[in-house]
Structures are given as structure tokens and as C-alpha cells.
């Protein structure tokens, strides 16, 4: 328990990376990880896109400057979900799709720092232009771009709610 606690402290979104390039294998792992979570009706709606070194500019061009000197990215696309969730979704009014890959990015990005690689969770980019540049020609969508890479910065101390801000206790 204290351990996942601190790897969970440790987790932080690194924006300064130093183009130290991220090995594929060290990535798959990452992505082994999101494979394993846990989806609703199981589905795992998700396809994960490793982009290695030589595809670095293709994605950074369409993200926030700072990622320029990622080492790698997760491309995180979510497949259509199913007619069975789609109707538990209208008739619960959820959205079990974007809930899963929401587990899956934060799987990827404790695998990560657990590993010592660095990451952020990027939701904001072009999307269209992603594509195009991966020549990923579908009508899924990217959800979420989790960069990777090596940071020498020291962990930032979190800003967060308080724990009774965020939960009540029935007892
Ligand atoms: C769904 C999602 C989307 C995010 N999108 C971005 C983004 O586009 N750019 C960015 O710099 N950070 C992005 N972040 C990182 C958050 O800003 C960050 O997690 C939050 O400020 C808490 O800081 P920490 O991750 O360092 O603990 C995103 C995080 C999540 C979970």
C-alpha cells in the first residue's frame, strides 16, 4: 500500500523532458500494462499507437511545444463501443467508453514512472493533422497522447484538494 502511494506521489506531469529517446520495448511494456486493465463489459475499447524515434516530429508537430523533446509517444485511440455498452450508456446516461480509457492512460502512466520514464497525459492537440501525419485513415477517435520521456527534474510537491474536500464518510 505505501509503495503504490508513493509511486502514485511520484506520477507527475513532466513537461521539461531532455530528448533522451524512450526504447520501443520499454514502451510496449507501458502499453502491457493498459492492456491489462479493466474495462467495462471488459471491452477494451482502446487501440494503443507506439510511436517510435522516428516518428517523434509526426506527433510532437501536433502537440504543446514542450513535447518536442519527448522520447516517445502512446497514441490513445478509443474504438466504438459495442451495442451492448452503447445501450447501458443510453439508458444509465454514462459513458463507459471514455471511462476506460481514462484507466487505461493511468495504468500507462504508473507503468511509466514506475519504470523511472517520465510522461504526460496530453487531451488537447490536432487531431485531424495527427492523423494525417500517422496516416491513420479511420474514424476512430484519439482521445488522449501520453508523451514519455526522461526528466532530471526533482518531484514537484502536488497541489490538491484536501481529502475531506473530496470524500464524505457515512458511517
Ligand atoms: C485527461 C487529461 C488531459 C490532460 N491534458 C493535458 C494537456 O493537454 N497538456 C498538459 O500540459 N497537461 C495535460 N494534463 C496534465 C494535467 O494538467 C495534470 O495531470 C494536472 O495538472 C495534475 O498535475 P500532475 O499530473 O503533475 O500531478 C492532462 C491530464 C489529464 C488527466
Request: charged share 30%; hydrophobic share 40%.
Amino acid at each position: 500500500m505505501e509503495d503504490f502511494l508513493k509511486l502514485a506521489l511520484t506520477r507527475e506531469s513532466c513537461r521539461n523532458f531532455s530528448e533522451k529517446i524512450v526504447e520501443i520495448e520499454d514502451i510496449k511494456k507501458c502499453v502491457e500494462a493498459a492492456r491489462i486493465a479493466p474495462s467495462a463489459y471488459n471491452e477494451q475499447p482502446w487501440h494503443f499507437y507506439i510511436i517510435g524515434e522516428n516518428k517523434l516530429e509526426d506527433v510532437s508537430s501536433n502537440l504543446q511545444a514542450f513535447t518536442k523533446k519527448a522520447g516517445g509517444f502512446i497514441v490513445v485511440f478509443e474504438k466504438p463501443a459495442s451495442i451492448p455498452v452503447k445501450i447501458t450508456n443510453t439508458i444509465k446516461s454514462q459513458d463507459f467508453t471514455k471511462i476506460d480509457i481514462g484507466i487505461a492512460a493511468a495504468h500507462i502512466c504508473l507503468m511509466a514512472t514506475n519504470m523511472g520514464i517520465s510522461n504526460c497525459i496530453l487531451g488537447i492537440f490536432n487531431e485531424k493533422k495527427l492523423k494525417e501525419n500517422l496516416n491513420i485513415d479511420n474514424k476512430d477517435r484519439i482521445r488522449l497522447v501520453i508523451a514519455l520521456g526522461y526528466s532530471e527534474t526533482k518531484t514537484k510537491e502536488k497541489r490538491r484538494k484536501e481529502l475531506e474536500q473530496i470524500s464524505t464518510v457515512l458511517e
